[in-house]
């Protein structure tokens, strides 16, 4: 068995339970590692020293699943963050929007400008706006989850709810 083998089923086994992020990694590195020794042969190492150049440059497989895996949770912490940030956004403006659409309803007794209670049509607007761009900026935030999800390789949060434990 060649020494970029022996690397690759060590690779492997420190990357079980990573799944598609694993099998990726394990291809990238395999592609990085045969490229490394056919150039290291190209210049007139015997392909055994060529194997072990390269091995000895990618670094021990411990360490490279480690980084892997610590970079995935970032990658699912961020996501997990953005979700949340959007649903809170949209949640708040349309419980703003309803709140607002109750004081439309309420006949002005306004006796003094601008007391408790008192609402006029300019403050609706103002109210209502507000809590428009609220809630639009949460279905923006999570329409830009959706899409790095989807075409930039962001790791989606857990099925189910986002910050249950792992077992």
């Not at 008192?118 to 809590?131: D, E, K, P, Q």
């Not at 761009?133 to 099925?159: F, P, Q």
Request: aromatic residues 10%; contains cysteine.
């Amino acid at each position: 068995m060649s020494e970029i083998e022996w690397y690759l089923d060590e690779l492997f086994d420190e990357l079980a339970g990573t799944g598609a992020a694993g099998r990726r990694a394990l291809m990238e590195a395999e592609y990085h590692l045969r490229a490394v020794a056919a150039d290291a042969m190209t210049r007139g190492l015997p392909e055994d020293q060529a194997e072990h150049e390269a091995v000895s440059r990618f670094g021990p497989p411990a360490l490279v699943a480690s980084k892997l895996r610590s970079a995935g949770r970032l990658n699912r912490a961020v996501s997990t963050a953005w979700l949340l940030a959007g649903l809170a956004a949209c949640g708040l403006g349309a419980a703003y929007l309803l709140v607002a659409w109750w004081h439309t309803w309420q006949t002005p007794n306004c006796y003094v400008g601008l007391s408790f209670g008192c609402y006029t049509t300019g403050m609706l607007v103002t109210r209502i706006t507000t809590a428009t761009a609220i809630a639009a900026a949460g279905a923006a935030l999570l329409l830009g989850r959706w899409l790095a999800v989807r075409y930039a390789a962001l790791t989606s949060s857990r099925r189910g709810f986002a910050l249950r434990s792992r077992r």
